[in-house]
């Protein structure tokens, strides 16, 4: 059964639905693989299989037809989402020794379509900064080099997926969550575009920066998930109404783009040379496939004073209230964001809201004549773990710990659906994300895009690995 962790998500599933194997099967082997490998890596902190167990047990009693999409796959939930009697901590001091007593939504909608969660994924505080450490749990490593960082704020997951600890993973994505953790771990991680995923709502109301999106070893696994995920819900006023068409299928369907656009930097950030060149290799390997790949990107300029403007009246609005009664226990990035946002005028509010809404119909725009926009998903190849952010690169100083993301946040600015995907290796033989964006709500377009691609580069299957020391 310890082989069971090298097969791909459908192909567990398949096993599921023909019986050939049981959710309890899976979970053997989940407990035996992480007993194995995590104490490398520290990706999944927090376990709860006698839970697991208990859920399948009661979805085994069911008829195969009855048990939902993912039929008893299990999934770790990133450690931001509530888990009915789990130990759920947000990566904070401050609910380090927090039980949830309800679950979130979205906890709720994949335990209905099968899933079974078993362990709670590393993140960041309040998964802010994208190097997945936290004062409760320590940090999480890079299982390609392990003085490197996974990157964040899903890297617990992201590091589960490619270590062979999780088939698929929940996550979730406001400045890259999703898809730097990706890029820096060889697996794949989507944002979806806003309302897709229902989720329970804590802070802003009609927030859109936010989105919980699926994670996996490939495309086609991450598909599966994503199906099992969408939805409406009541208790989220902007989730959407579930499609009539299986994201799965989409990304089968063989549908190939008729032009794509790349760009190296999105004309807004520098980016490492060799990360660049990476990306450009295997944006361009897609004309083999008969797609036509320009150089073109639309104009974003003003992503930079929108999305740290709006991000920070996200976490004032979010989070005021621990920071007037916990401000000791709050990492300083966290303050920091939270101390900017309270700091916000309307007027300055007012400016990156107008500009955001210039930002979207631009892309609207760029996508009338381009299918997809490609380009790198990280500006650097995973760093070492000791340094909390990237600084610098190719010669630029940032000035603040989240400006290196701007070629995600970029993204999340225009509500577009994005997957980040391996598009290679640098020199050290670490891995390079290539970011596959469509326009927004382009989910199934954005899947077949990205599932041509990883069929071109020929890197869906690269994962899962044992954890290689640094050198």
């Excluded at 989940?30 to 859920?55: W, Y």
């Excluded at 679950?103 to 994949?110: A, F």
């Excluded at 300029?301 to 007037?324: D, I, M, N």
């Excluded at 119909?361 to 790198?376: Q, T």
């Amino acid at each position: 059964m310890t082989d069971l962790v090298r097969l791909t998500a459908n192909e567990i599933v398949s096993l599921l639905r023909s019986e050939e194997i049981t959710p309890l099967d899976c979970l053997d082997a989940l407990e035996t693989r992480i007993a194995a490998v995590d104490k490398a890596v520290n990706a999944l902190p927090t376990l709860c299989f006698e839970r697991a167990r208990d859920h399948a047990k009661t979805l085994m009693r069911k008829p195969v037809a009855e048990r939902g999409t993912l039929l008893g796959l299990p999934i770790p939930i990133k450690d931001l989402n509530d888990v009915k009697g789990v130990r759920s901590t947000q990566g904070s001091p401050i609910f380090a020794d927090h039980i949830a007593k309800e679950s979130d939504i979205l906890v709720e909608n994949i335990e209905a379509e099968g899933g079974i969660v078993y362990a709670m994924s590393n993140t960041p505080e309040f998964g802010a900064g994208a190097n997945t450490f936290n004062e409760v749990f320590g940090r999480t490593l890079n299982p390609w080099n392990l003085t490197r960082s996974a990157a964040g704020s899903s890297g617990g997951a992201a590091v589960a997926l490619a270590t062979g600890m999780a088939w698929v993973a929940h996550g979730s994505d406001m400045g890259g969550s999703l898809r730097n953790p990706a890029s820096f771990c060889g697996v794949a991680g989507m944002r979806p575009s806003p309302g897709r995923v229902a989720a329970s709502v804590y802070g802003k109301i009609d927030g859109t920066l936010g989105a919980e999106g699926p994670m996996a070893r490939n495309v086609e696994d991450l598909a599966l998930l994503f199906d099992a995920m969408v939805g409406a819900h009541p208790a989220d006023p902007l989730s959407l109404p579930r499609e009539d068409i299986s994201y799965l299928a989409a990304a089968r369907s063989r549908e190939k783009p008729k032009r794509v656009a790349f760009s190296r930097d999105l004309g807004i950030t520098p980016v490492d040379p060799e990360v660049a060149e990476i990306v450009e290799r295997a944006a361009f390997k897609l004309s083999e496939a008969g797609v036509i790949v320009e150089a073109a990107h639309p104009d974003l300029k003003e992503a930079h004073e929108c999305f740290q403007v709006l991000r920070a009246l996200a976490y004032a609005t979010g989070l005021k209230p621990l920071y007037e009664n916990h401000r000791d226990k709050l990492k300083p990035d966290v303050v920091w964001n939270i101390e900017k946002g309270l700091a916000l005028s309307v007027a300055e509010v007012a400016r990156a809201e107008m500009q955001r809404g210039t930002m979207f119909r631009r892309a609207r725009e760029f996508f009338g004549h381009y299918d997809l926009l490609l380009c790198p998903t990280t500006i650097v190849a995973p760093f070492p773990i000791e340094q909390r952010y990237v600084g610098e690169c190719d010669g630029q100083t940032f000035s603040s710990y989240i400006d290196w993301l701007a070629i995600v946040y970029a993204i999340t600015n225009v509500s577009s659906p994005a997957i980040s995907i391996p598009a290679g290796f640098t020199r050290e033989r670490l891995p390079v994300g290539i970011q596959v964006v469509a326009p927004c709500r382009g989910e199934a377009r954005l899947l077949a895009g990205a599932k041509l691609l990883e069929d071109v580069l020929g890197l869906g299957r690269i994962t899962p690995i044992d954890p290689r020391p640094g050198r």
